[in-house]
Each structure stands twice: as structure tokens, then as C-alpha cells.
């Protein structure tokens, strides 16, 4: 590892009180969408499962691993969605994470046919650890030895509540949706002293538009158009993107970026990535790999992002078919 990479780890791991923190992003997060919000909790037919892992920048020493696994559930009986999300989070060579635990509950409000609003909350716990016997301290390096300011340093574990909400309007060709992260801005210092998460906001839609064709009957085809914005602290990024679906495959293109209506240094333009992902829906398992192509400065360091996600459903057929003529969420599945 470089000096230069060795002194950005020791920043993030040792200093975050200077650092603002920022929440992992995923391209595929409709995958799992209780992630983006706790409204989209019980969405399925019925029970759904959802997994997802992230390699982001692989190229650079000590970046970011994430995986996180869902499971939701309506039942119609109380109108109500429930969720369990779980996420891991791994930088610094693995020497940071963070690991929560979260129950969601969404209430599902019939406004008029096939016209639904979902008001909802998020409860969690958060495990937020380190360890510095991964990292390689200047201490060390001078003397040549093995002992380092580590053995010094007071804080290798946190954990607090987190509280979260989210708001989704739907119909069967529309949805829109926000959500709030970290209502409660828990303190994550490992250092004993006061670093609180920024709140995160989020807002997320789209539409669905599908296509019929003489030519074609058996296969539905449809093209999703779709937008998710999110703003943390000072740093935001917006998703604008679409998918074409012909069951059983599915391909996607995103960009993610604001550069023209928000810069962060003079003659630096606020772009990230374009991701392309392409999924298969084997009868009720999803699928999915996207690649995110960096175009940031870090377009030739970083070695994109790879995320994989799979899905499954379990639903009987009969209450499968009679609940999808009451209510279908329109948004994409990957």
C-alpha cells in the first residue's frame, strides 16, 4: 500500500469526526427495495427474499464491500407490510463495518381502485466496530516493529438505535416515494467523542409503461423509467435511468451524477457512474448483475463497482394470481 493510501484509511478509520459518513449505495436497489425505504416493506405477493453484495472500487487497497439481505411480508388481513433488513459494510481493508439489524412496518391505505399510499417505519440496531490490527500505523513503519499507536487508542466498537421512515404513492403504471434515514442522528464515534450520522433523504419513482406487439403475445414486454435522488449532509446524487423487460430477461442502463446543477470544487463536475445490468428470472428467482463504469476522477483507479442480487418469491399460485389483480407495485424488479 502507498503512503498516499495508507493516509486516506488511517482518515477514515481514525478521524471520523472529520469526516462526514455516508451511507452505502447500491445500483440494483430495487432488488431489494425495503433498502431505498421501509414503505416498499410487504410489495410482494407475498413472501420475498432479497440479497445483494457490492464490490465498489476493487482496484483501490481498503474499499467497500457491501451486502445486505431482505425479507418482507403483506398481510392482507391487517393491510400491513412487514420487513426485516439486514445490512454489512466492510472498508478500510475490512478494518471498519458496520452491521444493523432493522424491523420495518408499512400500513397500506386504499385511497380509491388500484390507488394505494404507504406511510411507514423503521426501528434498528447498528454494530459499528474496528479493528486496528488491520491497519498499519507510521509508528510502526518507523520502528519496524509490530507494536503501533493501536494499542493506545480506546474505541474498537459502538452500537446504537436508528430510526428511519418512508412514504410511498402508487398506482399500476406509477410510484413515488420518499424516505428519511437516520431521524434520530445516532452517534457513531469510536473515538469517545461526538461524530453523528447525517440524516439521509431520500425520493424514488417511476413509470411503467408497456408494450404490446401483433407479433409477440406470450411474452410481456415492458419499459420502467426511473429515478431515484438521494442527499446526505452537504453531498447528493441522483439515478436517472430505465430498464426494458421481456420476461424471463431484463436489462437495464443507469447514470448516476448532478453535473450541471451541482459542483463540489470549481471545474469539477459532479459525476460518478453509468451502470449497465442485465437480470434473468428463472420461474420465481430473480438474477441480477450490474457493472457501474466509473467516470469520475477515479475513472482510472478505481475498477468500477460489480453487484450481484438475487430474489425469490414465495407465493401460492391461486392467492398469487387474486392479489395481483387487487394491487401491483409498478417498479422495476432489479
Known amino acids: 500500500m502507498s503512503d498516499r493510501q495508507l493516509i486516506v484509511v488511517l482518515l477514515c478509520v481514525c478521524f471520523p469526526v472529520l469526516l462526514k459518513a ?19 416493506a410487504g410489495t410482494g405477493l407475498q413472501t420475498r427474499l432479497g440479497m445483494a453484495y457490492r464490490d465498489q472500487w476493487p482496484s483501490i487497497p481498503g474499499a467497500f464491500v457491501t451486502a445486505n439481505f431482505a425479507v418482507d411480508q403483506y398481510v392482507s388481513e391487517m393491510n400491513s407490510g412487514f420487513g426485516l433488513l439486514v445490512n454489512h459494510d466492510r472498508s478500510g481493508s475490512g478494518a471498519l463495518r458496520y452491521t444493523s439489524v432493522a424491523g420495518q412496518y408499512a400500513y397500506e391505505i386504499e385511497l380509491k381502485r388500484k390507488v394505494f399510499l404507504r406511510p411507514a417505519l423503521q426501528v434498528g440496531w447498528v454494530n459499528h466496530a474496528v479493528d486496528y490490527t488491520r491497519l498499519v500505523f507510521g509508528d510502526q513503519l518507523a520502528r519496524g516493529g509490530t507494536v503501533g499507536t493501536y494499542e493506545n487508542m480506546q474505541g474498537t466498537s459502538v452500537n446504537y438505535a436508528d430510526v428511519g421512515t418512508g412514504l410511498l404513492f402508487f398506482t399500476p403504471k406509477m410510484w413515488l ?19 453523528r450520522i447525517p440524516r ?10 408497456s408494450v404490446r406487439t401483433p407479433v409477440i403475445r406470450e411474452h410481456a414486454q415492458s419499459f420502467v423509467f426511473a429515478f431515484n435522488y438521494r442527499s446526505q449532509d452537504k453531498y447528493d446524487q441522483l439515478d436517472l435511468g430505465g430498464y426494458f423487460e421481456r420476461a424471463p430477461f ?73 392479489a395481483a389483480k387487487r394491487r401491483v407495485v409498478p417498479c422495476a424488479k432489479f
Open 22 to 40: 455516508q451511507d452505502a449505495q447500491v445500483t440494483q436497489f430495487y432488488a431489494t427495495p425495503t433498502y431505498i425505504s421501509p414503505a416498499f
Open 200 to 209: 439521509k433523504f431520500s425520493m424514488h419513482g417511476g413509470y411503467r409503461m
Open 250 to 322: 431484463y436489462a437495464g442502463l443507469w447514470y448516476r451524477g448532478i453535473p450541471v446543477f451541482k459542483r463540489y470544487d470549481a471545474g469539477y463536475a459532479n459525476n460518478d457512474a453509468v451502470a449497465v445490468l442485465v437480470g434473468l428470472l428463472v420461474n420465481d428467482l430473480r438474477i441480477g448483475y450490474s457493472y457501474d463504469i466509473t467516470i469520475s476522477r477515479l475513472a482510472t483507479h478505481s475498477g468500477g463497482a460489480h453487484e450481484i442480487t438475487l430474489g425469490y418469491e414465495i407465493a401460492q399460485k391461486h392467492k398469487k394470481r387474486s
Open 177 to 195: 416515494g420518499a424516505a428519511i434515514h437516520h431521524l434520530n442522528r445516532p452517534n457513531q464515534s469510536l473515538l469517545l467523542n461526538e461524530a
